[in-house]
């Protein structure tokens, strides 16, 4: 989505993002970062190293430079009243307190308004990367993509749920590999109506 990142040369446009980045700080910020957990940023299997991980980290947080709406711009006039699902999304993204990966998947899942306005099914699937390239939480990853939905598409209803494993879980801290956690952002019908909501969620847990 490189043509979306208006802010990649520093350039004053930006969405999600407080400033641009800055290939440069990033280096110089990652060659401390070896100096000060005792490694020596000189010997040859590091030294491309810092540049290496600031055009990685250019890549896994480019969604800070993405303007989310205009993923939702797609828009057929299908006059589908009923549910639209898309299960199992990959999910990457970095947990903000130890920028370490969470991985898992993503469902989401919308009932279109009276219009019967529906966005093109990649749609869904690039809103849920452009906020996973953030810096996050799952709570707000999984309200980011649950409120753009709302706010693009007017649904009648509209769900989103992420299982991840969070790697600052399961590689230190309290090391429990393979605890998944589970998180939901319901709006409209979805949270009003009690059957709406078993029904997606019969859809959304079937395995
Ligand atoms: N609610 C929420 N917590 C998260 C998420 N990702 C990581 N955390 C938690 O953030 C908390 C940070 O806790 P702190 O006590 O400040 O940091 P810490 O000493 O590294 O904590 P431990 O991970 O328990 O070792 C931890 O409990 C993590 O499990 C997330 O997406 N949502
Ligand atoms: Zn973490």
Do not use: W
């Not at 930006?14 to 800055?22: E, L, N, S």
């Not at 903000?96 to 699937?125: C, D, M, N, Q, R």
């Not at 993509?145 to 801290?173: F, N, T, W, Y």
């Amino acid at each position: 989505m490189a043509q979306d990142s208006p802010a990649q040369d520093g350039a004053a446009v930006k969405y999600g993002a407080v400033g641009p980045f800055d290939a440069a700080r990033a280096e110089a910020a990652v060659r401390e970062l070896l100096i000060a957990v005792g490694e020596d940023p000189d010997r040859e299997g590091l030294r491309e190293t810092p540049a290496r991980v600031a055009r990685a980290y250019r890549e896994v947080f480019d969604g800070l430079f993405s303007e989310p709406d205009s993923v939702l711009n797609t828009v057929f006039d299908e006059g589908h009243q009923e549910m639209i699902l898309v299960r199992d999304i990959p999910v990457y993204s970095t947990c903000e307190h130890h920028l370490v990966p969470f991985h898992g998947v993503a469902h989401v899942g919308y009932i279109p308004g009276t219009s019967g306005k529906v966005t093109g099914l990649s749609k869904l699937a690039r809103v849920v990367d452009l906020y996973a390239k953030r810096p996050q939480v799952q709570e707000r990853l999984t309200s980011d993509i649950a409120d753009a939905l709302v706010r693009k598409l007017q649904p009648r209803a509209a769900i989103v749920v992420i299982e991840a494993e969070h790697l600052c879980m399961s590689m230190r801290g309290i090391r429990k590999p393979g605890a998944t956690t589970t998180t939901s952002a319901v709006r409209g019908l979805f949270k009003t109506s009690a059957v709406s909501r078993g029904e997606v969620l019969d859809l959304i847990l079937r395995k």
